[in-house]
């Protein structure tokens, strides 16, 4: 199974979502529920293909060494 992205792609959409989240945190009253919404789907997308490919990448790491 390859991986979708590079560990480079993972690391760089972690560190979005982790901007984002930031910026939510700093700024929580200046947003409506629809930016709150918007930025909810935007650091799902992100931590969700980092996490899909550290987990990918975990398992192809435990086969190796099995």
Known sequence: MSHEITLEQAAEM???AEIVCA???DHPH???DGDVS???ALVKKLAGHA???LIEEQAQ???THA
């Open 14 to 16: 972690a560190h979005q």
């Open 23 to 25: 910026m939510l945190e």
């Open 30 to 32: 200046h947003m409506t």
């Open 38 to 40: 918007a930025i909810a």
């Open 51 to 53: 996490a899909g490919w």
């Open 61 to 63: 790491r435990e086969n």
